[in-house]
């Protein structure tokens, strides 16, 4: 048989070897799994029917705000999408394992890149969407909660100036027994028994209920207004529970208490400065709250990638305070790993990718996705190269697989060099992750245990 037709069967069933590709924490070797709280786990384990996702897509003619566009390339292109879309894609009975689909994804490239650019991305995002590129997928970092697909945006193509992508993962845990503060004001007996039948209720998961009650409260006192901010903390409306915690005055009681917790909402949010600047007012003799504080402020500083500062907060800390020396212990093994890292040169898997379709996404750690890009790049390039042999340069096969066996491999080295960035990225995200787990323990078996 003709090497033509092996190639040409190879690239057709390829992308196709992806049918049912769904990812959840079962199916996701991560070593820092044990870190998320179940509640966390069951937005992750959720899934949806196979062809869910082919029901409600909103399915538009044109790229961005084009339409009106006289070129007739571009109506071609968008008229082939809008039809592959509308009608091809639902009956393939397939679900790609990106969100957004590879078709969504290709339009939008299109519309921030351009026409050129947009296909070479485009080209590299295919190479990437089958079982070979994804067997080394295990990173739960990467999953769009709640449907098991991997979120993709087009600012992942940002060569040289990689977006910062916030990690606003959530690891407040809620499923703990918090049990009543000690440090109450003095206050009427309404507002004590709201108070405790509100802790009652975050303790034991009546989300519904505490939100109720606190909405119903009259900001009236320091404790009612500690107490909104902390239900709002609890459940995750991080903005409402600084506001609130903003508002309790510096004389309280809860002062310093609530300068921790608005802190550390402030962090799961990046807003850092903030965060540094609320830990900075608190003002205490106790040795165990001026730990915790330089603790606080030492893991701020490894947020901000600030070594030095880092250094000086984690030496004024005691690591011999059993109430944050496991903490204080992983944060140094984690600035031990932010240090050790070396990140791989984007010009190196570009080049090497040049030379041998793929080689550079190995070289950034993606094997997976550098054996897919060689089968198929490799296979369009064989292609071309016989019908060449046969036919000659004019022949409209070999212009025609030249073009596509062109457009891929550009794509592929492009797609090289981005993945080292991605991949530093994701390191980054990994270790943001750890550092808001870790600095948010302290505080909650401190104050709320």
Same mark, same amino acid.
């Given at each position: 048989?003709?090497?033509?037709?092996?190639?040409?069967?190879?690239?057709?069933?390829?992308?196709?070897?992806?049918?049912?590709?769904r990812?959840?924490?079962?199916?996701?070797?991560?070593?820092?799994?044990?870190?998320?709280?179940?509640?966390?786990?069951l937005?992750?384990?959720?899934?949806?029917?196979?062809?869910?996702?082919?029901?409600?897509?909103?399915?538009?003619?044109?790229?961005?705000?084009?339409?009106?566009?006289?070129?007739?390339?571009?109506?071609?292109?968008?008229?082939?999408?809008?039809?592959?879309?509308?009608?091809?894609?639902?009956?393939?009975?397939?679900?790609?394992?990106?969100?957004?689909?590879?078709?969504?994804?290709?339009?939008?490239?299109?519309?921030?890149?351009?026409?050129?650019?947009?296909?070479?991305?485009?080209?590299?995002?295919?190479m990437?969407?089958?079982?070979?590129?994804?067997?080394?997928?295990?990173?739960?970092?990467?999953?769009?909660?709640?449907n098991?697909?991997?979120?993709?945006?087009?600012?992942?193509?940002k060569?040289?100036?990689?977006?910062?992508?916030?990690?606003?993962?959530?690891?407040?845990?809620?499923?703990?027994?918090?049990?009543?503060?000690?440090?109450?004001?003095?206050?009427?007996?309404?507002?004590?028994?709201?108070?405790?039948?509100?802790?009652?209720?975050?303790?034991?998961?009546?989300?519904?209920?505490?939100?109720?009650?606190?909405?119903?409260?009259?900001?009236?006192?320091?404790?009612?207004r500690?107490?909104?901010?902390?239900?709002?903390?609890?459940?995750?409306?991080?903005?409402?529970?600084?506001?609130?915690?903003?508002?309790?005055?510096?004389?309280?009681?809860?002062?310093?208490?609530?300068?921790?917790?608005?802190?550390?909402?402030?962090?799961?949010?990046?807003?850092?400065?903030?965060? &540094?600047?609320? !830990?900075h007012?608190? #003002?205490?003799? @106790?040795?165990?709250?001026?730990?915790? *504080?330089?603790?606080?402020? %030492? $893991?701020?500083?490894?947020?901000?990638?600030?070594?030095?500062?880092?250094?000086?907060?984690?030496?004024?800390?005691?690591?011999?305070?059993?109430?944050?020396?496991? &903490?204080?212990? !992983?944060?140094?093994? #984690?600035n031990? @790993?932010?240090?050790?890292?070396?990140? *791989?040169?984007?010009?190196? %898997? $570009?080049?090497?990718?040049?030379?041998i379709?793929?080689?550079?996404?190995?070289?950034?750690?993606?094997?997976?996705?550098?054996?897919?890009?060689?089968?198929?790049?490799?296979?369009?390039?064989?292609?071309?190269?016989?019908?060449?042999?046969?036919?000659?340069?004019?022949?409209?096969?070999?212009?025609?697989?030249?073009?596509?066996?062109?457009?891929?491999?550009?794509?592929?080295?492009?797609?090289?060099?981005?993945?080292?960035?991605?991949?530093?990225?994701?390191?980054?995200?990994?270790n943001?992750?750890?550092?808001?787990?870790?600095?948010?323990?302290?505080?909650?078996?401190?104050?709320?245990?």
């Open positions: 048989m003709k090497f033509r037709y092996i190639a040409f069967i190879l690239i057709t069933c390829l992308p196709f070897i992806s049918k049912g590709q990812f959840t924490t079962d199916s996701l070797h991560c070593v820092h799994l044990d870190i998320f709280n179940n509640d966390d786990l937005l992750l384990q959720q899934q949806e029917p196979a062809d869910s996702l082919f029901k409600d897509r909103n399915i538009k003619y044109g790229f961005g705000n084009s339409v009106n566009t006289v070129n007739p390339f571009y109506h071609l292109l968008a008229s082939s999408m809008f039809i592959y879309q509308k009608y091809v894609s639902p009956a393939l009975s397939r679900q790609c394992a990106y969100i957004p689909s590879c078709s969504a994804f290709s339009k939008q490239l299109i519309t921030e890149y351009g026409l050129l650019k947009g296909s070479f991305y485009t080209a590299d995002r295919l990437r969407c089958n079982r070979i590129a994804l067997a080394d997928k295990n990173n739960i970092f990467l999953l769009l909660e709640g098991g697909n991997i979120s993709e945006s087009p600012l992942r193509y060569l040289f100036n990689a977006p910062d992508k916030e990690t606003k993962v959530s690891l407040v845990q809620t499923s703990d027994t918090i049990h009543e503060s000690n440090s109450v004001d003095n206050e009427s007996n309404n507002a004590k028994k709201d108070w405790d039948f509100t802790m009652y209720l975050i303790g034991n998961g009546m989300k519904e209920d505490a939100l109720t009650i606190v909405s119903n409260m009259n900001n009236t006192s320091d404790s009612i500690f107490l909104k901010g902390y239900t709002y903390y609890t459940y995750h409306f991080l903005e409402k529970s600084i506001n609130m915690f903003d508002s309790v005055s510096n004389h309280s009681d809860l002062f310093n208490e609530s300068k921790f917790f608005s802190s550390i909402s402030a962090a799961h949010l990046y807003r850092l400065d903030k965060a &540094e600047n609320d !830990l007012q608190i #003002i205490s003799e @106790e040795n165990l709250i001026n730990d915790l *504080k330089n603790f606080e402020l %030492a $893991g701020i500083s490894l947020l901000q990638h600030d070594n030095d500062k880092f250094n000086y907060y984690i030496n004024l800390t005691d690591s011999n305070n059993f109430n944050i020396s496991e &903490e204080v212990r !992983l944060l140094k093994n #984690i031990h @790993e932010i240090n050790s890292y070396k990140k *791989k040169s984007a010009w190196i %898997a $570009g080049g090497l990718s040049a030379v379709p793929g080689l550079g996404k190995v070289y950034a750690g993606n094997t997976g996705e550098g054996i897919s890009s060689f089968l198929i790049c490799g296979s369009l390039i064989g292609i071309t190269a016989e019908n060449l042999y046969h036919n000659g340069l004019s022949n409209w096969k070999t212009v025609l697989f030249g073009t596509v066996s062109s457009v891929f491999y550009i794509g592929n080295i492009l797609g090289s060099a981005v993945s080292v960035n991605i991949n530093y990225d994701n390191f980054n995200q990994r943001n992750v750890k550092i808001l787990y870790n600095i948010h323990i302290p505080i909650r078996n401190f104050f709320r245990h």
